[in-house]
């Protein structure tokens, strides 16, 4: 299964990055996780776009969502669905809707929008959501395809609910908004400290950083300033940046 890091930023873009957004591209169909400014490069990668295509809303601050206002240069095959947390029918449908840009009927393809509960799910695949410790109610996700497990938490705080759904999985994608010895209690988010405990209590086999806040992350050489140190801790570390594949 590849994985590709389309946008790596939390808040905003810069030079270094694009708000966040991920492709994983499995056997079946593909999986898109978040939809900040990075999802703009989703074309570059999607080479049989008949291939289903599911995306997966972690909450609707604008980095996540904001990139859905693009959707309409997008000239998919098939029908993209678009999974959240209840109450993403209603949200979704206000912001992507006029006055403030093409609303989902308009677009080229089928959007179908589907609300899920915590719980387990199944899906052409099986997924697992719960809520993560946010400003705003935000899901994390443990998704097993092709028999592998991918868990995608951003944004949170540490709980146990991300080591619940990071149990034994092949790759933790989680955040890395703050810097070491960084909280904010009000609005929580991980330092790369931890993210490394959370993946080693979890005993997940890789762990990829994304979603580096853009105003405290400044360039990619900031970005790898902790890795050294943190790679003593946990080896099969993985700090992210825009364009970035990896295969597990
Ligand atoms: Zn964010
Ligand atoms: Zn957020």
């Known amino acids: 299964m590849k994985i590709v890091f389309l946008g790596t930023n939390g808040w905003y873009d810069t030079p270094t990055g694009n708000t966040i957004c991920t492709l994983l591209e499995t056997n ?11 999802i703009y490069k989703l074309e570059e990668y999607l080479d049989n776009s008949k291939k289903p295509i599911y995306l997966f809303l972690s909450h609707f601050h604008l980095d996540h969502i904001e990139g859905l206002h693009i959707l309409n ?51 052409p695949f099986r997924v697992e959501c719960k809520f993560l410790p946010h400003a705003s109610p935000c899901f994390g996700y443990r998704f097993e395809i092709d028999e592998k497990v991918i868990t995608y938490c951003t944004d949170t705080g540490p709980h146990k609910n991300v080591e619940e759904l990071a149990r034994n999985s092949n790759l933790l994608i989680t955040e890395c908004s703050l810097k070491i010895g960084e909280s904010y209690p009000g609005w929580p988010h991980l330092n790369p400290f931890d993210a490394v405990k959370i993946a080693i209590k979890a005993k997940a086999k890789t762990l990829a950083l994304t979603h580096f806040d853009a105003n405290i992350y400044r360039s990619i ?28």
Request: aromatic share 12%; charged share 20%.
């Open 28 to 38: 079946d169909f593909y999986l898109v996780l978040d939809a900040g400014n990075g």
């Open 73 to 123: 240069k997008f000239s998919f095959d098939n029908t993209l669905h678009i999974y959240g947390q209840p109450g993403t029918r209603k949200i979704l449908n206000n912001i992507i809707n006029q006055p403030y840009t093409v609303s989902f009927p308009g677009l080229p393809f089928e959007v179908h929008l589907h609300e899920i509960e915590t719980g387990i799910h199944h899906l």
């Open 221 to 248: 050489e900031e970005r790898l300033e902790s890795k050294e140190s943190m790679k003593k801790l946990f080896e099969n570390l993985i700090y992210a940046h825009d364009g970035m594949e990896i295969v597990i």
